[in-house]
């Protein structure tokens, strides 16, 4: 199965910084790819989907890309709201969805 | 709109059963697939299970994660906008809020989670 390694596991920024998140998946995945955010005792949210698509109504200084392997998360100016746990998910050919370990980001 | 309900959570011991439940409303259940993902206390998420849609009565497509595999039973009954989630043979590592959330590629909508204890 498809392993998933999530980077920093916390972080600590300003109001108006530049946050960036990363997800290493051990096989190619492709675009299978999301990023959903989470806050304390509620479901998540999703953020992107297909690696780096918008999903309705999310904020556009939220963004994603693909490198390869390699997928970057971005806040591009943190808000006090983004105070959240961050978590990116694959699903692969056969469906099977597999989470990073998180990212905590602090303000 | 789209809402997703769960329901069946509770205290069990280890060894036990349960039958978590999610009645779906604002959509075309049976157009969609469905996912069980669980949230032990202050861990991160872990998908545990994927039904597929069955338009046309086709044979829903079913997968497991290696964790709960032979264990747990994911079913649906698309006359009563519902997914299952049968629990057997349950371990205090099970212990965990249970998410019943619609889609594959954009799993957009979430329940509000299902708590289940596994303690003696």
């Known amino acids: 199965d498809t392993q998933m390694t999530q980077s920093p596991s916390s972080l600590s920024a300003s109001v108006g910084d530049r946050v960036t998140i990363t997800c290493q998946a051990s096989?190619?995945?492709?675009?299978?790819l999301s990023w959903y955010q989470q806050k304390p005792g509620k479901a998540p949210k999703l953020l992107i989907y297909d690696a780096s698509k918008l999903d309705t109504g999310v904020p556009s200084r939220f963004s994603g890309r693909r490198s390869g392997a390699d997928f970057t998360f971005t806040i591009s100016s943190l808000q006090p709201e983004d105070a959240a746990t961050y978590y990116c998910q694959q699903y692969d050919n056969f469906l099977r969805h597999t989470f990073g370990g998180g990212t905590k980001v602090e303000i | 709109e789209v809402q997703l309900v769960e329901s069946g959570g509770g205290l069990i011991q280890p060894g036990g059963s349960l039958r978590l439940s999610c009645v779906a409303s604002?959509?075309?259940?049976?157009?969609?697939?469905m996912n069980w993902v669980r949230q032990a206390p202050g861990k991160g998420l872990e998908w545990v299970s994927y039904i597929g849609s069955n338009i046309g009565g086709a044979t829903s497509t079913i997968y497991y994660a290696d964790s709960v595999k032979g264990r747990f039973t994911v079913s649906r009954d698309n006359a009563k906008n519902s997914v299952f989630l049968q629990m057997n043979s349950l371990r205090e590592d099970d212990t965990a809020v249970y998410f019943c959330?619609?889609?594959?590629?954009?799993?957009?909508?979430w329940g509000q989670g299902a708590l289940v204890t596994v303690s003696s």
């Open positions: 096989q190619d995945i492709g675009n299978y």
């Open positions: 959330a619609r889609g594959s590629r954009r799993v957009a909508y």
């Open positions: 604002g959509f075309p259940f049976s157009d969609y697939s």
